[in-house]
T-cell receptor
Framework: GAVVSQHPSRVICKSGTSVKIECRSL??????MFWYRQFPKQSLMLMAT?????????EQGVEKDKFLINHASLTLSTLTVTSAHPEDSSFYIC?????????????FGPGTRLTVL | GQNIDQPTEMTATEGAIVQINCTYQ??????LFWYQQHAGEAPTFLSY??LDGLEEKGRFSSFLSRSKGYSYLLLKELQMKDSASYLC??????????WGAGTKLIIKP
């Protein structure tokens, strides 16, 4: 149980285009979903936290107008990178947590590797 | 500020034992997680400690001392597939995970 899927796994796009990444909890209802970015040889950097039906909480330094997050249901959250530029190229990972758990373990999706040309 | 420290890289031999340390300073504490991350993949959960002591799970064990702000992950009978980064993360007073930079573990034959 506690499987999180992410789509697409890999995307290459031209500079200036927008890219949408989907994160789904397949067998549980995720009360909270998290979006991370990871640059090569660096640790996970939390971008934003989102609860179903409410606006996402963005970390300092993350532009909310550039990284649009929608958490419309308990099983789906989307991250849209708007007007992507080469410096947005990174590994984007979502995770989900379930309030019914004894502790706030985060279940991670497989990640999306974004390359902006 | 909040801070998680762990070594950047460690090397060990197949079949041996290795201990990866993690020290933390956070605003509040609601548990410590260890995750394994292979290159190009997402992290996978290894262990969770919220009380002092040792939690054993197969070849992997995790230890916590809250008074010292210290944890370690112990890997026994190392296998080549254990080559990965190991991430220490602490759940703070807001239940937000504060991540360490990760320890890259290299296993040599």
């Amino acid at each position: 149980g506690a499987v999180v899927s992410q789509h697409p796994s890999r995307v290459i796009c031209k500079s200036g285009t927008s890219v949408k990444i989907e994160c789904r909890s397949l067998d549980f209802q995720a009360t909270t979903m998290f979006w991370y970015r990871q640059f090569p040889k660096q640790s996970l950097m939390l971008m934003a936290t989102s609860n179903e039906g409410s606006k996402a909480t963005y970390e300092q330094g993350v532009e909310k107008d550039k990284f649009l997050i929608n958490h419309a249901s308990l099983t789906l959250s989307t991250l849209t990178v708007t007007s992507a530029h080469p410096e947005d190229s990174s590994f984007y990972i979502c995770s989900a947590s379930h309030s019914g758990r004894d502790y706030n373990e985060q279940f991670f999706g497989p990640g999306t590797r974004l390359t902006v040309l | 500020g909040q801070n998680i420290d762990q070594p950047t890289e460690m090397t060990a031999t197949e079949g041996a034992i290795v201990q990866i340390n993690c020290t933390y300073q956070t605003s509040g504490f609601n548990g410590l997680f260890w995750y394994q991350q292979h290159a190009g993949e997402a992290p996978t959960f290894l262990s969770y400690n919220v009380l002092d002591g040792l939690e054993e799970k197969g070849r992997f064990s995790s230890f916590l001392s809250r008074s010292k702000g210290y944890s370690y992950l112990l890997l026994k009978e190392l296998q080549m597939k254990d080559s990965a980064s190991y991430l220490c993360a602490v759940s703070d007073s807001n239940y937000q995970l504060i991540w360490g930079a990760g320890t890259k573990l290299i296993i040599k034959p």
